[in-house]
């Protein structure tokens, strides 16, 4: 429920869009901390009709293509190149932000610098850098929550 609807309006968003992706979040929250065996059938006809639209989106993009002469493979080729500029390989999450404290607490910055590095180009591949630090967070993470202050 959002608290102060005046504010948001104040500094140019929209309280029920607001609510709306909350509400999403909660969703999604629940499906990724959902084991399969408890994925019900109202989450997989969602997840069904959500494959039915990108596939659609991405029939109606093909055929709306600027180049017609360019081939599927090439689509798909510009069309991943393009999610990849977009959306980063690494991501600072809360449960990276905690172990890097906790280290910090102790004396030993290696893995804040290290960190610092990666997110410095996080759309880079960095090879070297740990698998776990562009893997969807373990479900021991879901609950951490760190704050300004921390």
């Not at 997840?47 to 599927?72: C, G, M, P």
């Not at 479900?139 to 760190?146: E, G, M, Q, R, T």
């Amino acid at each position: 429920m959002i608290q102060q609807p005046d504010l948001l309006k104040k500094v140019g968003q929209d309280p029920k869009e607001i609510e709306k992706e909350l509400q999403k979040d909660e969703e999604y929250s629940k499906l990724l901390k959902a084991e399969e065996k408890e994925i019900d059938n109202d989450t997989h006809e969602f997840l069904e009709n959500w494959i039915k639209v990108y596939r659609l989106r991405l029939h109606q993009d093909f055929e709306n293509r600027a180049v017609k002469d360019t081939s599927i493979e090439q689509f798909n080729s510009d069309r991943a190149k393009q999610m990849l500029s977009k959306n980063p390989k690494f991501i600072l999450r809360n449960h990276l932000a905690q172990e890097c404290i906790e280290k910090a607490e102790e004396g030993d910055y290696t893995m804040v610098d290290e960190l610092l590095k990666v997110l410095e180009t996080p759309f880079d591949e960095h090879e070297d850098a740990p698998k776990e630090w562009s893997d969807v967070p373990p479900k021991k993470a879901y609950d951490i929550c760190v704050s300004c202050s921390s």
